[in-house]
């Protein structure tokens, strides 16, 4: 408990171009739960490095970040959005969590595996032991629920384990946290291939919908969206398609997908389409009016990570220390 709320402790990696399913899956909702919950939200630059950047690239990302962070409605005087590597502990409490994970454990995340095929030429330690920074993001800051997607939901549950058996051996030190199953955002999928999740790192452009895409573009990618030959706006598996353009629509005008069948029945697949793309961007227009005003201020971010950070590491620090007293190291001398 922080400010008499509970922990509440995400993180998003800095890397490719964020898209709209980024958004609407997870950064709209987070926004909802500032009131309820004391959050930290996280640009975790040191899991980017588990796989090769371009390190001015990756900074440049890293900062793009944290200010649609802010564009999307974090307030960051109510929300602690900071840089993960300007906070040391996560690596300090990383290294001590290694010792407490077992290799067959991290052997058998699918995460691991997935990147490991996909990096054959960089299966470095670091995207092995990966999970476990994540474990000490989520335990360093005594975290009671953690908003993930079900890509990362082994991972939390290794996070889990790591701390009951931590508390095991020395008692009550970390929280053990809880995936949050709250409102969960839209799960949205690619324009081109609805079976597949939107993804940042997609390779044909227009699979995806951009946070910075202008309106025209979002119009053509919307037109364009593959859907099926059946002719009928309905929510239904067998029109993927159609379906994923429905979860669209409705997240961005705040109905239910059957609210959205409703409306559109009987009309045809390109005027929805172009519906779409006009309730997309009467979303991402605000947020794109907000960033571009950010990057001005350049003053005003630079407080906000200064300010951020030194929350985050005073929290940190405090899980740190007690961390290191009950596995034995000396006191520090001050
Ligand atoms: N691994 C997460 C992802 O790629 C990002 C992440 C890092 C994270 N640390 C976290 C998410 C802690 C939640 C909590 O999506």
New binding site residues.
């Given amino acids: 408990m922080i400010n008499g709320k509970k922990v509440l402790?995400?993180?998003?990696?800095a890397t490719g171009n964020l898209t709209l399913g980024n958004y609407l899956g997870a950064m709209k909702n987070w926004v909802t739960l500032s009131d309820e919950y004391e959050c930290f939200y996280?640009v975790?630059d040191m899991?980017s490095i588990t796989v090769r950047q371009d390190p001015s690239t990756l900074r440049q990302r890293a900062r793009k970040l944290l200010m649609i962070y802010i564009a999307a409605g974090l307030d960051p005087e109510k929300n602690c959005l900071y840089y993960?590597s300007h906070v040391s502990g996560h690596a300090e409490l990383a290294w001590i969590l290694n010792c407490f994970t077992y290799m067959g454990e991290l052997n058998r995340m699918t995460?691991f595996k997935d990147k490991a095929a996909k990096h054959a030429d960089n299966i470095n330690a670091g995207l092995f032991t990966?999970?476990v920074?994540?474990a000490a993001?989520?335990l360093l800051y005594q975290?009671d629920v953690?908003?993930?997607?079900v890509?990362?939901m082994q991972?939390?549950e290794l996070?889990r384990d790591i701390a009951q058996r931590f508390n095991g051996i020395y008692g009550d030190v970390f929280t053990v946290p809880e995936a949050y199953v709250g409102k969960v955002g839209a799960k949205i999928m690619s324009l081109q291939d609805p079976s597949r999740k939107m993804s940042k790192s997609d390779e044909n452009p227009n699979a995806s919908i951009y946070l910075m895409d202008d309106p025209d573009t979002i119009m053509r990618k919307c037109k364009r969206a593959v859907t099926d030959s059946e002719g009928q706006i309905l929510y239904r598996e067998e029109q993927p398609g159609i379906r994923n353009l429905i979860d669209i629509y409705s997240a961005c005008s705040g109905k239910t997908p059957e609210e959205t069948v409703k409306e559109f029945d009987g009309k045809g697949y390109g005027e929805f389409k172009m519906a779409v793309g006009e309730a997309v961007n009467s979303v991402l227009k605000p947020l794109q009016e907000r960033y571009a005003q950010l990057e001005k201020d350049k003053a005003y971010i630079d407080r906000i990570i200064k300010e951020n950070a030194e929350k985050a590491d005073y929290v940190a620090t405090k899980t740190l220390r007690k961390v290191q007293r009950k596995v034995g190291f000396p006191d520090r001398i001050r």
């Fill in positions: 402790f995400s993180g998003m990696q996280s975790v899991h993960q995460q990966y999970p920074l994540m993001d989520i975290a953690v908003p993930v997607g890509d990362q991972h939390l996070t």
